[in-house]
């Protein structure tokens, strides 16, 4: 659930005034991943609600290919925690010149000035639609689970213990819920720069990260019945994140060009594409770490990259770029559209004609409100909180 630049972990490329190191230029190959990442999710979430299995899809792709291809976006997710360890990790490096250097009032200040105020509009919307009785922004208890309040669940979504709410309270909130991925990225970051700063050798760091990849399976072996918690719990998504972050170390070391490292970068998209669409369900303990590993692959081949002239061309390569460079307000405001569009057509009785058109539909309209927000918004109070926060280190430093 960037930038990252992940569906969350966004684009930290920092301020000069703070840091005076140029603004790297952007990676194509991340901001491939991310736009491959997000349009899982948003195909997940609209065959969630209007199956594409009965569309004109039938017609030309096996039922079961349909159903692999539009099921696992959760996968999705999975790549989006891998690009963001991988950023912030190499981030930190450009910023600090090693982990154990990380300043982490400038960490936190950073990640507050990108996600917090999107994330406060799109809680504000959900919240006021669900007040409008709109079905898919209300909190609606499930037989048997408890009740949530809105000051509740906006409060677990803004201090990053959403997922716990959930397993507490199950889905209660289609529009809401899908913040829980925030969640688990957050408190990772939470203790990313007190473990840096803390620990300060990189072995040691390392050893941690480590410890949260052997980790991740282990938990997902104990829940795989419920996958509010394969899924969702803090330690079945961490390492995800870690395999990021080791990444990001090793592409300063090793260099992934030459035929045989080609060949490993080919061999783990190949490893990627198949669990996914051979699907979570059977593979809910090691699917997430393959595809977590592989994602890691591709990021340390990502590092020095010489793109093609027919790439930097390609007109669909440049549409999943911008959709990966609008990751993160594309994952906060797509659900909103989507719940919008189930109050006019409800989950399930769209007619099977209206339902790709439908679907070009919500990706145009999620296309343009991002870019909206992210134009006139996001992008601007992001540089003006951190442009408010150097202001303020300079004048505590003079």
């Known amino acids: 659930m960037s930038s990252f630049r992940s569906p969350s972990a966004a684009a930290d490329t920092g301020n000069a005034a703070a840091f005076p190191q140029p603004a790297p230029t952007r990676n194509f190959r991340i901001d491939i991943l991310r736009g491959i990442a997000i349009s899982l999710v948003l195909l997940l979430h609209f065959h969630l609600s209007y199956s594409l299995v009965d569309s004109p899809l039938a017609a030309v792709l096996p039922e079961e290919f349909i159903k692999s291809l539009a099921r696992n976006g959760n996968y999705g997710v999975t790549m989006f925690f891998a690009v963001s360890g991988y950023l912030i990790t190499s981030t930190t490096l450009r910023r600090y010149g090693s982990l154990g250097n990380v300043d982490v009032r400038s960490f936190y200040a950073f990640r507050f000035a990108r996600i917090v105020p999107c994330l406060v509009v799109a809680l504000a919307v959900i919240v006021g639609l669900g007040l409008l009785k709109q079905p898919a922004f209300m909190n609606v208890a499930k037989p048997g689970w408890p009740e949530v309040g809105y000051p509740v669940a906006v409060l677990s979504v803004l201090s990053f213990w959403h997922n716990v709410l959930m397993q507490h309270a199950w889905y209660f909130n289609y529009a809401m819920n ?51 918690y394969f899924m969702y719990g803090y330690l079945a998504c961490f390492d995800a994140v870690a395999f990021g972050c080791c990444a ?151």
């Open 248 to 398: 990001a170390l090793l592409a300063q070391r090793i260099r992934l060009d030459s035929w045989g490292g080609r060949q490993l970068q080919l061999t783990a998209a190949c490893l990627v594409a198949v669990t996914y669409l051979r699907g979570i369900h059977g593979n809910e303990v090691f699917g997430f770490t393959v595809i977590a590993a592989g994602t890691a692959v591709l990021l340390i081949g990502a590092h020095n990259e010489r793109v093609p002239g027919w790439a930097l061309r390609s007109r669909a390569l440049a549409a999943l770029r911008w959709l990966g460079r609008h990751s993160y307000e594309l994952y906060l405001f797509h659900i909103i559209v989507l719940g919008l569009m189930r109050s006019f057509v409800p989950r399930g009785t769209m007619p099977a004609v209206w339902k790709l058109p439908a679907m070009g539909f919500f990706v145009a309209v999620s296309v343009a409100v991002a870019w909206g927000i992210a134009r006139f918004y996001s992008e601007p109070m992001n540089a003006r909180l951190r442009a408010a926060f150097a202001r303020r280190r300079a004048r505590i430093e003079a």
């Open 178 to 228: 899908i913040y829980w991925s925030l969640s688990v990225e957050e408190v990772f970051y939470l203790a990313f720069p007190l473990l840096c700063f803390g620990l300060k050798r990189q072995w040691a760091i390392v050893a941690v990260w480590a410890v949260a990849i052997v980790a991740g399976p282990v938990y997902r072996s104990f829940h795989v019945d419920d996958e509010i």
